[in-house]
Each structure stands twice: as structure tokens, then as C-alpha cells.
């Protein structure tokens, strides 16, 4: 008979954020797989979990995911832990459910603390919807390109940050994005908790004079600021575009995009006002 995966959400600063469920999954488990067993061995010691734990990491998931596997068809019972917040989640594990899946055996999610959840919840950013895009990527023209194939999203933007990369995050934002409101969400739950509000520039030099920049980081960007409506007529505003060299078709046309109407619309009210 098939074992059992679960998905444990471990606390991501404050040992206490973490379910009852949590910890019975745990003490249920045969074994618990971990990113790093000294830092896992820390929570397990705190809730008087004398379990055997191994390593599961970036560097051995391939293999481990398959000695897991084995084991879940013989009918252990394997706990997932990343070191912090819920695992998969920029973490690995995808190979082991998805293993685990092929091979019959139950995945339950034991759900809990989140960084992104909690940084959004708290930013006073808009939650209705969110766009999570992981860690933004190291090299500069990576990262801008990732960050303009989202300008026009219609959603908070969260990302995981490292702190020696949050200044030029923050510069990367502020050049590519504009001055939009940004949050970045520091050490959650955790004793120097902080969050800074504000556009990108303006954290960037909150941040720029410090020594360092250190802890976990949960960056938050939103929505493009929309500008206020053109009180211009549209007659007026096509007229400025052709002062400026701009055909009257393309004029037209610009007027359009920028008022959300269809050409037809902007030519019948020039009509109508040559009439």
C-alpha cells in the first residue's frame, strides 16, 4: 500500500507560526526532507520532534526525488519542509509530488506561513489580485526585461529579493516601471520586522546610506498610476498632434489609444464640430 507526501508549511521567522496540523504531520512522518537538516533540526527540537531528517536541495533533487519516490511506494510517510514559508514556493519539491503523483501516492498540503502572503496582506497594496514572480533575475537586462513584460499588469507585482540585490532592484524598477508605489516587506515575523513604503527611489534612499542591507526580502510593486483624464477636446488634442508633424490619420489614431475610443468615435466628434 502507497505512503503518504505531505507539504509542510514551516514558520518563516517566528518559531510559533506554525499549525497544530503542522506539527502532527510531522511527528507522523517516517522521515522529513529538508533544504538544510541543521536549520529543519532547530524547528523539530523546539516541538520535540525526534524524527530522522535528510537533505533535499537543488544540488541532490534529482536524485533524492527518486530515492523519496521509492520509499513513498513502499509505504513511508515523507514530510517536505522548506527551510522557510511553504515549500515549493520557490523552493524545490516539484519533482517529488510530481513523482509521487505518477506514482499513486497521495500529496496533502499542510498549508501555513507564506512570505508572499503575509508582505501582501500587510504592504497596503491591493490584494484583489497578484502576480508572483519568484526571484527577479541577477543580470541587469534580464531583470529589465522581465520587469517591462509586466508592466501592464493589472496586479500587485510580489518577488523574492536578495538584500545585496535590492538596491538595484529598486533601480531597475524606478527606471523601467516609474514612480509607482512600491513595498519592500524585511525579516517578516521576525524580530527587525520592517517594512519600507514608498516609490522606488524614495526606499532606494532610505536604504543607499545604510552598511548593509540584510534578511529576507519580499519585494512588492503596484499598479501603474493612471494619469489623470484628458479634459482636452478631442478636436483640440488632434489639432496639437498636427501642429507637431503628426499626420492627421496618426493623430487620429493617438487620440484614440490614449481616450480607450475607436477611431470612428474621434472622427464623427471632429465632424460634428466642423459642423
Same mark, same amino acid.
Given at each position: 500500500?502507497?505512503?503518504? &507526501? ?13 499549525? =497544530?496540523?503542522?506539527?502532527?504531520? *510531522? ?15 532547530? *524547528?523539530?527540537?523546539? =516541538? ?14 534529482? /536524485?533524492?526525488?527518486?530515492?523519496? !519516490? @521509492?520509499?513513498?511506494?513502499? /509505504?513511508?510517510?515523507?514530510? &517536505? ?37 503575509? @508582505?501582501?496582506? !500587510? ?9 508572483? /514572480?519568484?526571484? &527577479? ?17 493589472? @496586479?500587485? *507585482?510580489?518577488? =523574492? ?5 535590492? *538596491?538595484?532592484? &529598486? ?13 519592500? !516587506? ?18 532606494? @534612499? ?49 487620440? !484614440? ?9 474621434? =472622427? ?8
Amino acid at each position: 500500500m502507497p505512503g503518504l &507526501l505531505y507539504l509542510v508549511a514551516t514558520p518563516i521567522g517566528n518559531l510559533e507560526d506554525i499549525t =497544530y496540523r503542522a506539527v502532527r504531520a *510531522l511527528k507522523e512522518a517516517d522521515i522529513i526532507a529538508c533544504e538544510d537538516t541543521r536549520q529543519t533540526r532547530k *524547528l523539530l527540537n523546539h =516541538y520535540g520532534i525526534d524524527k530522522p531528517a535528510i537533505s533535499y536541495h537543488d544540488h541532490n533533487e534529482a /536524485g533524492r526525488s527518486e530515492e523519496l !519516490a @521509492a520509499r513513498l511506494r513502499a /509505504g513511508a510517510v515523507v514530510a &517536505l519542509v522548506s527551510d522557510a514559508g511553504t515549500p515549493l514556493v520557490s523552493d524545490p519539491g516539484y519533482r517529488l509530488v510530481k513523482a509521487a503523483i505518477e506514482s499513486g501516492v497521495p500529496v496533502q498540503p499542510v498549508p501555513g506561513a507564506s512570505a508572499v502572503l503575509a @508582505a501582501l496582506a !500587510a504592504s497596503g497594496l491591493p490584494t484583489d489580485a497578484f502576480h508572483f /514572480g519568484g526571484f &527577479l533575475p541577477h543580470k541587469p537586462g534580464q531583470r529589465a526585461k522581465a520587469l517591462e513584460a509586466l508592466a501592464g499588469e493589472e @496586479a500587485t *507585482l510580489v518577488f =523574492y529579493e536578495a538584500p545585496h540585490r535590492i *538596491l538595484e532592484a &529598486l533601480e531597475a524598477i524606478e527606471q523601467t516601471l516609474g514612480p509607482r508605489p512600491v513595498v519592500v !516587506a524585511r525579516e517578516l515575523t521576525k524580530i527587525h520586522e520592517e517594512f519600507l513604503r514608498g516609490t522606488a527611489a524614495e526606499i532606494r @534612499a532610505q536604504l543607499a546610506p545604510r552598511d548593509s542591507v540584510k534578511g529576507e526580502i519580499t519585494l512588492l510593486i503596484g499598479k501603474a498610476i493612471a494619469p489623470p483624464p484628458d479634459e482636452t477636446p478631442v478636436t483640440e488634442a488632434v489639432e496639437a498632434l498636427m501642429r507637431g508633424g503628426a499626420p492627421r490619420m496618426d493623430a487620429i489614431k493617438q487620440v !484614440a489609444r490614449r481616450r480607450g475610443l475607436s477611431k470612428r468615435e474621434v =472622427y464623427d466628434q471632429l465632424l460634428a464640430a466642423k459642423e
